[in-house]
């Protein structure tokens, strides 16, 4: 039996998930829709629902940031153009390639997800990859417009025949550079299904990326020339300072750089080895450090613990919480326990924890970790009882901190290897809220009929154990047949007779010689049952997680800890790793540079044939 509550009132936990391949913001949407029915059925009269938390918020945020973000840059890169093309007509002719280029990469994203080609979806990382490749986009439809101006200008050619000659002369250079930009890209698409959690978005990336710079190329050396041999007719740029500056500057520099050849190979080197020596001594970290808005406390209690001393406990926690939600920024305070005692850490259903929601980052003032700091300082110091921190989630999932997961075959020495592990994991100054995956199991009484006794007052063992299941189990014995169902009929002893073992060994048993007391008939004991036991490959596992002081764990942490796992000796047949998240990431960092020493590859062979040297 399991009791929730939110925000103090006894509640109904309600956890909606979606299918891998359903779309979030459809399924949060139908989901609120549907309560909204529900609570209008005449039912329902006087039913309080309360979403607490919702994934497609970050989700409909994230899109509409990188929505702004595109319509910003747009205007930004049209204003720049401007600046420098000083011609509303060509300003014109240049910006119409970007919403051209956009269509265009919808519908060919739209007919790739329709063939089969890709599953590719307009989402956060696709959208990304688009505003990533928004600035490069006019690139190939200013040099065309360059060329075509120059001719125009220059030779004195009509706006027809400059803009043949002029596509003409840059087409080469334009298709090469375009080449280039796709070559870094190309890569992360296919070594994304063998990198980690990261390297897969970026597919979605990558594709988009592709598919805006052939567009870009496609309108730049179509659409653009057909419309300026109308635009440009009879048109003319005059020259400005600012313009004949730079002009006369750049002019110098590769003056300079052509004469003094040794002297800028040498400086290339030497930045060379700078950026390797930045790149050495910058921290790097698995995740970006931005944490989930919310606090998980797992609670272990005695196993001596009635429910009532439990449930004490939790209110006596949220009492503490309560009068601080304002400074502690708490939106909603969500708490579940059950009948078990022990050490508990159930996942979809059962356990002993508290899970706190914090007010939204745009509202705070104060990070996730600054308030989990509080929060524990604030936990209450009771005999037998154990308050530990879960570890922080990052956004999109994943932990935060430090995961180790231990395997081996029997698992009371995988227990005792996981304690060792957590115990040396304690020891790094950096480290706090060890934790492990172990489970207590729950408390089990086992009936052992004493046959002797049994046989002398006439019984069998199996009348024993009837006697016990038929007071304590909850299965039909028969039903009632009514007019439109069947129900089910339970007869079992009163709850206020079958709460204590007491109570149990006084259960009566029909013997002989007349009516005897069960605890005469048989043992009684109290044993700890069976514990929760993951697999992963087929062999048993267990968790350590830990979380840090620093809002990211990175290279150096991990460093550390592996040094302690390879300092410790552990029995034949047990290993130690990190967690997958971690894996994924380091997965990832291999990819990343494995794509960018193929895309300086690719990049060397397009220079090389198109100089042919």
């Not at 809220?433 to 408390?443: E, N």
């Not at 029909?510 to 005897?516: D, E, K, L, P, Y």
């Amino acid at each position: 039996e399991e009791f929730n509550f939110l925000n103090g009132t006894e509640a109904l936990t309600v956890r909606v998930y979606k299918t891998s391949t359903a779309n979030l913001l459809a399924v949060a949407d139908a989901t609120k829709a549907e309560l909204a029915t529900i609570q209008a059925m005449p039912e329902a009269e006087g039913l309080q629902t309360r979403i607490y938390r919702d994934s497609s918020i970050d989700v409909r945020k994230g899109l509409g940031q990188l929505r702004d973000a595109g319509v910003v840059g747009g205007i930004l890169a049209i204003i720049f153009l401007f600046i420098f093309l000083r011609k509303v007509r060509t300003t014109f002719l240049v910006a119409l390639a970007i919403p051209i280029c956009v269509v265009f990469t919808f519908a060919i994203l739209y007919l790739m997800r329709q063939g089969g080609v890709s599953t590719i979806t307009l989402n956060i990382m696709s959208l990304m990859g688009l505003m990533l490749a928004l600035g490069m986009l006019v690139d190939n439809s200013v040099v065309v417009i360059e060329s075509i101006f120059r001719h125009v200008q220059d030779m004195g050619e009509d706006a027809r025949t400059a803009a043949l000659r002029g596509t003409s002369e840059v087409a080469m250079p334009i298709i090469a550079s375009t080449a280039t930009t796709i070559c870094v890209f190309v890569p992360l698409i296919f070594l994304a299904s063998s990198g980690g959690g990261f390297m897969r978005f970026m597919t979605d990336l990558g594709v988009t990326v592709v598919v805006v710079m052939i567009a870009s190329l496609l309108v730049a050396l179509t659409v653009v020339p057909a419309v300026a041999a109308s635009l440009l007719s009879g048109e003319t740029r005059s020259r400005t300072r600012l313009i004949d500056w730079m002009s006369d500057f750049y002019g110098r520099m590769i003056r300079f750089t052509i004469h003094h050849r040794p002297l800028f190979l040498v400086s290339i080197v030497f930045m060379l080895w700078g950026s390797w020596a930045l790149f050495q001594g910058i921290e790097r970290s698995f995740t970006h450090g931005s944490q989930e808005r919310q606090v998980r406390i797992n609670i272990d209690t005695p196993r001596a613990y009635s429910l009532e001393q439990t449930a004490a406990l939790f209110e006596e926690v949220r009492a503490l919480l309560e009068p601080r939600r304002e400074e502690l920024e708490i939106a909603d305070i969500v708490y579940e326990y059950d009948r078990r005692s022990g050490r508990s850490r159930g996942g979809w259903g059962g356990g002993r924890r508290f899970e706190i929601f914090l007010k939204d980052e745009d509202v705070s003032e104060r990070t996730t970790r600054e308030i989990t700091d509080e929060i524990r300082d604030l936990l209450p110091v009771k005999a037998g009882v154990d308050f530990r921190i879960a570890q922080s989630q990052g956004r999109g999932g994943g932990g935060s901190g430090v995961s180790l997961e231990v395997r081996g075959d029997d698992m009371a020495v995988l227990r005792l290897v996981a304690e060792k592990v957590a115990s040396a994991l304690a020891e790094l100054p950096w480290v706090k809220d060890v934790d492990t995956s172990l489970d207590s199991g729950d408390d089990e009484i086992h009936v052992v009929p004493r046959r002797a006794r049994a046989r002398q007052a006439g019984l069998s063992t199996q009348a024993v154990a009837s006697t016990v299941s038929s007071a304590l189990t909850s299965r039909p014995v028969s039903q009632i047949r009514t007019d439109d169902r069947e129900v089910d009929l339970v007869v079992q002893f009163r709850e206020e007779d079958r709460r204590t073992l007491s109570q149990l060994r006084n259960f009566p048993v029909n013997a002989t010689s007349g009516r005897q007391p069960v605890g005469a008939m048989a043992d009684f004991s109290v044993e700890s049952g069976p514990s929760t036991i993951e697999r992963e490959n087929r062999r048993p596992e267990l968790d350590v997680t830990a979380n840090t002081t620093s809002a990211s764990t990175n290279f150096r942490m991990m460093g550390q800890v592996q040094e302690i796992l390879d300092s410790l000796h552990l029995p034949p047949g047990y290993d130690v790793q990190f967690g997958r998240w971690v894996r994924f990431a380091q997965q990832d960092m291999q990819g990343g540079a494995v794509a960018l020493g193929l895309a300086l590859l690719l990049v060397y062979l397009i220079m090389a044939a198109l100089f042919e040297s």
